[in-house]
């Protein structure tokens, strides 16, 4: 399992959802798209995000993903780890 959150410098909705990961016990990979150009390739053309945070959850070959603060979504990656 692997949660990967695209952020940039200054990003409050990046924040809280590494946050929300955090408190749960999960510790997200952070990349900061303002050093990373590959990164912006990656969420731009290649998952169609225009914004930040964009989280790309993988497990067992699976991929889920999102862009902008989603509680939702971050809870339902929370409860299916917890689960396991």
């Known amino acids: 399992m692997t949660i990967t959150v ?3 410098p200054g990003c409050s909705p990046c924040k809280l959802t590494i946050r929300k990961f955090e408190a749960a016990g999960l510790t997200p990979q952070v990349v900061d798209i303002s050093t990373a150009e590959t990164a912006v390739d990656y969420i731009s053309n290649e998952l169609g995000y225009a914004q930040v945070p964009v989280v790309v959850y ?14 939702d979504k971050i809870n339902q990656v929370i409860e299916l780890e917890k689960a396991h």
């Not at 993988?58 to 509680?71: Q, T």
């Open 6 to 8: 695209y952020t940039r």
């Open 58 to 71: 993988d497990k067992d070959g699976s991929e889920d993903h999102w862009s902008g603060l989603n509680p």
